[in-house]
């Protein structure tokens, strides 16, 4: 007798895979108040005339300690991803962070407080890789596009929590409030599935087909057999042999890469899974824009916000402005989610960071005509008397389009299975790096080229982003992961599908073919 399939309600597909990342939001508020915690810190230690001070340099290296550590974590997160799993990893990324919170609170010295610093910069970076693999691998094509981007908002939103904490409570008191928040998550941890896929490739496919069940709106295991007949192809596919795939060998011929040392053996997978052309290529696509997105103005002020907020003379109280940066940064977003799903992550990327280059633009010209030369926003007796409306809405116009950028759910689909522990884990690191060497700048080329070269500088890095972007990046919304995976193990240029694009590539071919020889038939 054949088993009748049963209906699963969209809504009830979309609960169970919303709830599943519940885990992963609370860890990616952790996340957000992590790496805007040091903005808070900043205006109250720089120059301070009691308890901990920082001076000018000093500031500079707190502020873009955390991301110098970030790499770090970053390399340990590859192969705790792979061994632990993502549930497991999950868990564990999160203890550096409650020592960090205690240490926070309990700095005694500039020393205790970068160290406390430096913790939050390594567990943020070992977070990197399971936070963009498990919503990514978890979800369905229809709704990863939107449950990626929604992950933003989580982000924002423990940078909200960070920066209001920081105007009613001091430091040190909000340092040992955040502490709450890995402990929840480790709670949490506890009661989400495993990813279907890292089962499969650990022969677990009870359990595999366990998670898959409950990822898909607690369905019956006959409502979600062809796809997990298709996971279990891409299993078998993914299971063979690394190092003999790379050097073409036949499937009859036995493999002798298990009899290699160990260390050997680990080298050869290193170099066949990462100079896979399926994981090159979109390294190095995603590589690019976390340098565009991350170079194109907000991310190398925000250490220094609170200071740059009263250098442009802006009309509020810059605390409460940096407040209110947290809550357009969850707005937008939200938004962003909503929009990706109808308007695809290419088209989103594109007007975002051209928007936040001409934003940055246009701070440029403020600064150079309205602000006197000598204004420096790590000296506070620069800073200028007369305040404006201006500089306040053009600044929110920058976060409001810096938020609009994707690159880490980019992050979330691009790799291959092989490849995504450690391709995600090295990605990281480097963006983490690109982080580190923007906020440390930040201050030689505003001491250099005063703050209105400074943000011309961050336009021209956003224009050229946006050009670049254009021809290199493909749409991947809606798209399966292996589908992504085939378009890059493909042999065609990676150009993306755009009419402008496609027009010139036809022109191109028309030429090509007017300019080839006509046979002549003799016959």
């Excluded at 500079?60 to 997160?77: E, K, T």
């Excluded at 378009?487 to 027009?503: H, M, P, T």
Aim: glycine share 6%; proline share 5%; aromatic share 12%.
């Amino acid at each position: 007798m054949e088993t009748k399939k049963t209906t699963i309600s969209r809504s009830r597909v979309v609960l169970s895979q919303f709830l599943a990342c519940l885990a992963l939001n609370f860890l990616l508020i952790g996340l957000g108040m992590s790496i805007s915690f040091v903005t808070m810190v900043v205006p109250d230690v720089l120059d301070a005339k009691e308890g901990l001070s920082l001076n000018k340099r000093q500031a500079s290296w707190f502020g873009s300690m955390a991301f110098l550590c970030q790499p770090l974590g970053s390399v340990f997160s590859g192969p705790l991803l792979d061994y632990f799993g993502r549930k497991k990893a999950l868990f564990l990324v999160n203890i550096p962070h409650l020592i960090a919170w205690l240490l926070m609170y309990f700095a005694w010295d500039v020393p205790s407080l970068f160290l406390a610093n430096a913790l939050l910069g390594i567990g943020t970076g070992i977070m990197g890789a399971p936070s963009a693999t498990y919503a990514g691998e978890i979800s369905d094509p229809l709704l990863r596009g939107t449950l990626t981007t929604l992950t933003n908002s989580f982000t924002s939103t423990g940078m909200f929590i960070a920066y209001l904490l920081g105007t009613v409570v001091p430091w040190r008191q909000a340092a040992l409030l955040l502490l709450s928040v890995p402990a929840a998550t480790m709670v949490l941890v506890l009661f989400v599935p495993e990813t279907p896929i890292w089962l499969l490739s650990k022969g677990r496919q009870k359990e595999a087909l366990q998670s898959l069940c409950r990822l898909r709106g607690w369905a019956q295991p006959e409502d979600v057999q062809k796809e997990f007949n298709e996971l279990l192809q891409y299993n078998d596919a993914i299971a063979k042999c690394v190092i003999c795939s790379c050097e073409g060998k036949p499937e009859t011929e036995q493999c002798k890469h298990s009899n290699y040392n160990i260390f050997k053996r680990m080298f050869l997978k290193f170099k066949c899974i990462m100079f896979a052309k399926e994981t090159m290529r979109p390294f190095k696509l995603v590589m690019a824009y976390f340098f565009f997105h991350s170079m194109s103005g907000l991310q190398p002020v925000r250490p220094n916000m609170v200071n740059l907020c009263r250098a442009l003379g802006m009309k509020f109280d810059p605390k409460a402005i940096v407040v209110a940066v947290g809550v357009v940064l969850i707005i937008m977003n939200l938004i962003a989610a909503i929009v990706v799903k109808h308007i695809g992550k290419r088209k989103l990327i594109l007007s975002s960071l051209f928007a936040t280059a001409c934003c940055c633009l246009a701070l440029s010209v403020y600064s150079g005509t309205k602000l006197p030369s000598d204004v420096f926003s790590y000296e506070a007796g620069t800073f200028p008397k007369q305040t404006e409306l201006l500089p306040v809405i053009l600044f929110m116009m920058l976060v409001a389009f810096t938020s609009l950028g994707i690159p880490w759910i980019l992050l979330s689909e691009m790799f291959p299975f092989k490849s995504r522990g450690i391709a995600t884990s090295l990605a990281a690191g480097f963006n983490y790096l690109i982080f580190f060497l923007g906020s440390k700048t930040n201050y030689n080329l505003e001491s250099n080229f005063h703050i209105h070269g400074t943000f011309t500088i961050y336009a021209i890095i956003g224009f050229i982003g946006v050009v670049f972007l254009y021809f290199f990046l493909p749409e991947t919304e809606r798209k399966t992961l292996v589908e992504i995976e085939a378009f890059y193990k493909g042999n065609q240029k990676i150009f993306a599908d755009d009419f402008f694009i496609n027009s010139f590539r036809k022109n191109k071919l028309r030429n090509q073919n007017a300019n080839q020889p006509m046979l002549v038939n003799r016959d």
